[in-house]
Every structure is written in structure tokens, then in C-alpha cells.
């Protein structure tokens, strides 16, 4: 716009200076005027030529004024083209330092490349190398056992071969008076090396049985430690109930339910709240409140954001076991209870048919025994299946079942049995968190199963 603008203001001037020159030569024409003693037509071609002179002066004035381009166009031509020149040199310099410099890169990237894959081998053979230097130390521990064993064989082999001996000449000395008791005492050797081999099973038995009591022990010093803890808190629930009327022990269960996966978000509130409900009834039940006591206002103390936690942690479309649980001790008829909500998730704990817990029996136990050592393995199949995840009954606490039929008929069966014997608990059916934990009791001997109870 400000070009055409230009154009425009050019014309209009030029043609302003065209038509006051042309008067101005038409004035001087008639007026006959004369400068520099020329002749009056001469005078006026002059005046002629000197307006174009401004018209051009004007026109070249007004470019130069306006147009900074023009201007270094006209005065800055070579230098510009001097500086276009060393641009274009430089930009050359650069390009070439640039492909230089990406070739550089592309050899450094490779050496790079190398240096990983050379990396990555040397980490592997130092990984190969230190199991090779653990086995060889495993086996150089093993001979050297193996040595020491020898070691202490050759020296009772020495003793004995000089007992041996010693008694081989006082045999020779003899032997006239033992040739009668020859034939006695070569029987009485088979005898003996019958017994020997005889002990030496026995042998081998009670070190593989050692080997197993050892393991056992280890199960059950864990077990142990588990159950003093119970017994310290029911220590600490016990104390309380002697200080005063306690309706409701600390992390008892208020009620208990499964959330199914892919619920809405209205379905899952829904859900939690006729937990929550539950929970609510239970726990007026256990408080035991008199008929005209009862408080009108909910016993359970909730805020929503309890409510919106719980929501946030069963969000993810799977299935979860919600448990609500007192967060404290609290007397008969108090009405203001604090719960906590526990969420686990709703997965398969054992198939059908795991093994659950093992243990072993000698036959001829008297009846007390046997039953102690049944409920010892009933103990163990509740504490495994706690740790593992199983829930308890939010009413009895206990975890499993076993039908006392069933019970009675694996007494009579082990009754009748004249060696030793194990029997494995196994789940009869899948079990999740909570699910009801449904036992076989599995009795084998010589790692042979003989029968199932269930």
C-alpha cells in the first residue's frame, strides 16, 4: 500500500512540475524574455529543461527519502554484495564442518555401539564366571567334607586293623582250643552283619527323619512366634475385659463382603453401603443396648472421607473382599464406635488340591494323643491359610471346616494302622479370601495314599 501510495504522489508532483513549467515556458514565450542574453525561444527551452530537471530531481528526491532499499541500493550496492559473498563463504565453512561434524557423530555412535555389545558380552561371561566359582567352591567344600569323613575312616580303620591284629595272634594262639567254636561263631557273624545291615537302615532312617523334624521345627518355631503374638493380644483383650464390660475387641470383624469386578460407580457405593450398613446392625448387636437406650443416631462413626477412600481403593473393575473392622475396644452400650475398612483382593489363595499342611504319626496312639495331634493339625492349617490370605468368619473367627463324621471314621481307619503314617491336609474345592476353607484329610503310607476323608 505504501508503494502504490508513492507511485501515486510521484505523479501527482510531476505533474504538478510538468504543468508549472509548461506555463512558466508558456509566460517566458510570450513575454519574449531573455537570460543569458540567449534569444527568447532558447530562453524558453531552457526553462523547459530545467523544469524536467526538477521533475526527475523531485521524483529521484522523494525515492530516496522514502525508500531506505533504494537508498542502500544506490550508495551500499558493492558493499552488500561483499557481505552476500562472505555469507555465503561462511555458510560453505559451516556446511562443511557440519558434515564433518555429523560424520564424526556417526563413527562415535558405532564406537558407542561396540562399547555396549562389548559391555553386555563382558557382563554376561562375569555372571557365567561366578557361577562357575560358586560351583567349583560348592564342590571344593564338599570334598573337602568328603576328605575329612575319609580322613576319619582311615584313622578307625587303622585301630581297628590293629585291634585285629592284635587279637588275630592271641586267635592263632588259640586256635587249637576255638576250633570247636568255629562253626558257632561264623553263624553268629552272619547273625551279625544281618543286625549290621538292619542298623544301618535304621540309621539312614532316623537321619532322613532328623533331616525332617529339622524342618518341621523350623515351620514351627515360626508358627510359634505367630501364635505368642495372638497370645499377647489376647493377653492385652483379656486385660481389658477385666478393667471393664467389653462388647466389641479391637479388629473385630463388624461384617464382611465381595465386590464383584466391572461395577459402576453407583453400584460400588451401593455396595459399600449396605456394608456399612451391616456393619451397623452388628455392631448394635454387640453393644446390647436396652430397649429404650438404643441411640437414634448411627453408632458408627464415618466421614465421607472414609466412604471416598474405600471407593478410591475398589475403583479398578476388580473383585475385592471388604472387610469392616473395630478400630478399638469398646464397652457395652457406648455409642460411638471407630471402624477401619480392610481390602483385599479377591484372588484364587489354593486350587483345588493344594496341599495345605503335612504331618506325621507313629500307629497305637491313645485317643488323646491322636486328637491332639489333629487339632495341632487343624492349628497349622489355620495359621498357613491366615498368612496366606484366607479370612476368617466375621462370627465364629475361625478359619476351615471339617465335618465331624468324617472325623469320626479317620480316627477308626488310623486306629487299625501298625506303622507310621502322614496325613496331608488339601483343599477339596478352589479357595479365595472369603471363601470357606474346605478340607481333605489325605493318610498315606510309604509316600502311598491309602485313603481320603472329607
Known amino acids: 500500500m505504501a508503494g502504490y501510495t508513492l507511485i501515486l504522489a510521484i505523479l501527482i508532483l510531476g505533474g504538478m512540475i510538468a504543468t508549472l513549467g509548461d506555463r512558466i515556458g508558456t509566460k517566458v514565450g510570450k513575454a519574449r524574455l531573455s537570460i543569458f542574453n540567449l534569444r527568447p525561444r532558447d530562453t524558453a527551452t531552457v526553462v523547459t529543461i530545467a523544469t524536467g530537471g526538477m521533475i526527475s530531481a523531485s521524483t529521484l528526491g522523494i525515492l530516496l527519502l522514502l525508500s531506505g532499499q533504494l537508498r542502500d541500493g544506490l550508495f551500499r550496492l558493492e558493499s552488500i554484495r561483499s557481505e552476500l559473498s562472505s555469507s555465503q563463504e561462511q555458510k560453505k565453512k559451516i556446511e562443511t564442518e557440519l558434515s564433518a561434524a555429523k560424520t564424526e557423530q556417526e563413527k562415535a555412535q558405532q564406537s558407542l555401539e561396540q562399547i555396549n555389545k562389548s559391555l553386555v558380552q563382558a557382563v554376561r561371561k562375569q555372571s557365567e564366571t561366578q557361577k562357575l566359582l560358586q560351583a567349583v567352591e560348592s564342590k571344593f567344600a564338599k570334598a573337602d567334607e568328603d576328605l575329612q569323613k575319609a580322613s576319619q575312616q582311615e584313622m578307625d580303620l587303622r585301630d581297628r586293623i590293629q585291634s585285629l591284629t592284635a587279637e588275630q595272634e592271641n586267635l592263632q594262639a588259640e586256635s587249637l582250643q576255638l576250633r570247636d567254636e568255629k562253626v558257632k561263631i561264623a553263624s553268629e557273624l552272619t547273625s551279625i552283619s544281618r543286625d549290621r545291615e538292619t542298623l544301618k537302615e535304621r540309621v539312614n532312617e532316623s537321619e532322613q527323619r532328623l533331616v525332617d523334624i529339622e524342618k518341621q521345627r523350623v515351620t514351627l518355631s515360626s508358627e510359634i512366634a505367630s501364635l505368642e503374638s495372638a497370645r499377647e493380644q489376647l493377653l492385652i483383650s ?94 457395652k452400650r457406648e455409642t460411638r464406635i471407630a471402624i477401619a475398612a480392610d481390602v483385599t483382593l479377591n484372588r484364587q489363595i489354593f486350587a483345588a488340591g493344594s496341599e495345605i499342611a503335612t504331618l506325621q504319626f507313629n500307629p497305637d496312639l491313645p485317643p488323646q494323643v491322636l486328637a491332639s495331634r489333629i487339632e495341632q493339625l487343624f492349628l497349622l492349617v489355620s495359621f498357613r491359610a491366615r498368612r496366606e490370605g484366607v479370612l476368617a468368619d466375621p462370627l465364629t473367627g475361625k478359619v476351615g471346616n471339617f465335618p465331624p463324621d468324617a472325623l469320626t471314621e479317620l480316627f477308626k481307619f488310623v486306629g487299625q494302622l501298625k506303622s507310621p503314617y502322614e496325613i496331608r491336609a488339601v483343599a477339596k474345592e478352589m479357595i479365595f479370601p472369603a471363601s470357606s476353607l474346605s478340607l481333605e484329610l489325605v493318610i498315606r503310607q510309604n509316600g502311598i495314599e491309602i485313603a481320603r476323608f472329607s
Open 238 to 331: 483379656l486385660e481389658a475385659l477385666r478393667k471393664g464390660n467389653v462388647a466389641i475387641f479391637s479388629d473385630q470383624i463388624l461384617s464382611i463382603g465381595v465386590v464383584r469386578p466391572n461395577l459402576t460407580q453407583a453400584e460400588l457405593r451401593q455396595a459399600s453401603t449396605q456394608l456399612l450398613q451391616q456393619a451397623e446392625r452388628n455392631a448394635r448387636d454387640l453393644l446390647d443396648f436396652l430397649p429404650d437406650q438404643a441411640p437414634k443416631e448411627p453408632v458408627i462413626q464415618l466421614t465421607v472421607d472414609q466412604v471416598e477412600g474405600l471407593l478410591k481403593r475398589i475403583s479398578d473393575g476388580k473383585s475385592y473382599v471388604i472387610r469392616i473392622l473395630s478400630a478399638g475396644n469398646f464397652l
